[in-house]
């Protein structure tokens, strides 16, 4: 073969859909969808090492636990592995009340009875019939034409009828799918369904589930969209249906066509979680369920802890979530750079001042502790990150709440040790840097041993024992408070001259473990600024060791 210059002559444009006055773009969504699970199915057939029944029993477990009431839990007619499987869960009761398991079969008579069969003892249960309906399955898959293709529905159809009066001891529900929905003529697609209705004869009490798949992705959603509100308005008896959406991820929207596809008329969604599926996946239905947050409308789904369904689904598939897979991903609610860690502190702190629930913090469009997800997880520090984030992981990690230009000053230590490491800083790393720089004595000037302090009139009187400089001494300073006598102190010691330009203090903890810190910002004679930091039980122990640390820092 040989290589086109320009392979795009090989493809045309999608063609628009006739839909003159459409609906969906004014529309907004109120409420969920009617969830199916596919993951067990359509999922499970896309894995290189598909899952053995204990996997399938965990996954399954998981979608109940999840509040999933549609589960498609396999292709009987495939093997024996599926239909025991199938078998297993209806005899052995591991179907909750309330979940409709569902299994997917070709329009094949043998199939057919074979997936009714697995299902046999059911309370209620979905099988689901397809056969492909578009042009190119009809030429180069099938070789036949139109009526030969519709012929295969309305036998489908009655093979579910049949089969239904067969076993009458379920409820059972039925399934039709035109495969390859997305890529057929709209107006033949109604006609296959229109004829499937009139053979299993749906009511609005008893609907038929009418599956349109975006089989393989091939327009942008907007048309998926447009297909779908066609299809709605122009099939007959539309309210003894529910529409189901199928869309695949070849094109990397399908989760915009679902929503979309949902916005045009849609009643159902099905995929997998996190996307898993043939070729580049399914939906994803973790995004389209925790997107709806959003809009201020509840998924009818419980994904509160959402590392817990990651662990489960990775082990079941044997496939990664990627890290930045939107809401599940490791590092979805992490920002390392500067300007997004001083957003989200910031955030956070407004937070904190609110009288409502109301969630608004920039860079984060959920609430990670909806999920399950912690907020120290949230600001992360590698070399592009900013004060904000170093403040952030201390003030989590720590309870210190570092004053701003103490935060920009130690954003530099942090940075050089980040450039110095080449890797990601954790809470611990930021730790020992704080404390090497303001806390820890060893190796530093001025180290304090005790101290008193008196009053003279107005002036107070600070006597302290320090070693500095390796040797024991007694020292002494006047001034007009207690952080001015200890400058003093330090100054007549050799220390260095120094005034104060800003001081604040915090507690850290509660009743008896409360603790103290008090912060410091001094100023030298050349015009140099020091910073320190003291920690203790005595608030004004924690001013000394403050100054102490600020000199240090000389």
Known sequence: MTMLRDPSVKYSAFPQVPLSHREWPGRVTTKAPIWLST???????????????????????????????EIEVGFPASGATDFDYIQGLVRGGRIPEGVTPQVLTQSRADLIRTSFDSLEGAKTAIVHVYNAVSPAWRKIVFNMEMPEIKGIAIEGAKQLRDNAARLPGTDWRFQYSPETFSTAELDFSIECCEAV??????????????????????????????QIEYFCKNLPNRDTAIISLHTHNDRGTGVAAAELGLLAGADRVEGCLFGNGERTGNTCLVTVALNLYTQGVDPELDFSNIDEVIQTVEYCNNLPVHPRHPYGGELVYTAFSGSHQDAIKKGFAARERQNDERWEVPYLPIDP?????????????????????????????????????????FSHVVQALADETSRELGAEDIWHAFERQYLTTEAKRFQLVDWS?????????????????????????????????????????????????????????????????????????????LFGCGLDTDVATASVRAILSAANGA
Not at 371 to 398: F, M, P, T
Not at 486 to 501: C, F, K, N, Q
């Open 39 to 69: 993951d067990l199915r359509d999922g499970n057939q896309s894995l290189i090492d598909p899952m053995d029944a204990e996997k399938k029993t965990r996954f399954f477990d998981l979608l109940v636990k999840c509040g999933f009431k």
């Open 369 to 409: 502790a909806d999920l399950g997800r912690s907020y120290e997880a949230v600001i992360r520090v590698n070399s592009q990150s900013g004060k904000g984030g170093v403040a952030w992981v201390l003030e989590q990690d720590k309870g210190l709440k570092l004053p701003k230009k103490m935060q920009a000053s």
């Open 197 to 226: 209705m009139q053979i299993l004869q749906p009511t609005a009490e008893n609907p038929i589930i009418l599956n349109l798949p975006a089989t393989v992705e091939a327009s942008t959603p907007n048309i998926y969209a447009d």
């Open 453 to 529: 302090e008196t009053h003279s009139g107005a002036d107070r009187i600070f006597a302290g024992k320090l070693t500095i400089d390796g040797t024991p001494r007694s020292v002494s300073g006047r001034g007009n408070g207690l952080m001015s006598s200890v400058i003093a102190a330090l100054r007549e010691s050799g220390g260095p001259v120094m005034d104060i330009v800003d001081y604040s203090e915090h507690a850290i903890g509660q009743g008896s473990n409360v603790q103290a810190a008090a912060y410091v910002e001094c100023r030298t004679a050349d015009g140099k600024s």
